[in-house]
């Protein structure tokens, strides 16, 4: 396994991330990342982790909690670091914070074509809920190229 600091993100690491995220495949045409990364930073900014090996971002976790539900957005892990553990140590971080504003239920969505993230949620005790998941976008973004 190998150890990560988690730190709140700082607007400094922004290049990194989008970096990270595009790596990961989370960045869709309907998703401008660095529209998100300021859209997060208006909303619990503390809220938006990254993980670091040796200085260098290899993770991240964006939580949210609206006093229902928590919710878990852009977990990352660079492909070279995958399958070490660290993924598990920040959403256990995550999962720190929200059970300490009183969180009852974390609710998150993967794309079903993901069958290898899927089966990591499962591992660390998450369901699949009998819900059918719905968007509606209220601000369109250019794709983000």
């Avoid at 993230?117 to 005790?125: A, L, M, Q, S, T």
Wanted: positive net charge.
């Amino acid at each position: 396994m190998t150890t990560i600091q988690i730190r709140p993100f700082c607007p400094v690491d922004e290049d990194a991330v989008v970096e990270l995220w595009l790596a990961c495949k989370l960045v869709g045409a309907q998703n401008n990342p660095r529209k998100d990364i300021a859209r997060k930073l208006r909303v619990n900014p503390e809220w938006f982790l990254v993980g670091e090996v040796d200085g260098k971002i290899v993770a991240t976790c964006i939580v949210g909690y609206e006093g229902h539900r928590g919710w878990i957005n852009y977990l990352a892990v660079a492909p070279e670091y995958q399958k070490r553990g660290i993924a598990r140590q920040i959403m256990e971080e995550a999962e720190r914070l929200l059970r300490q504003a009183g969180c009852p239920k974390i609710n998150l969505q993967v794309r079903t074509a993901n069958a290898q993230v899927i089966e990591f949620y499962k591992r660390i005790g998450f369901k699949v809920d009998d819900v059918v998941s719905m968007g509606k976008r209220l601000e369109t973004d250019e794709p983000y190229s």
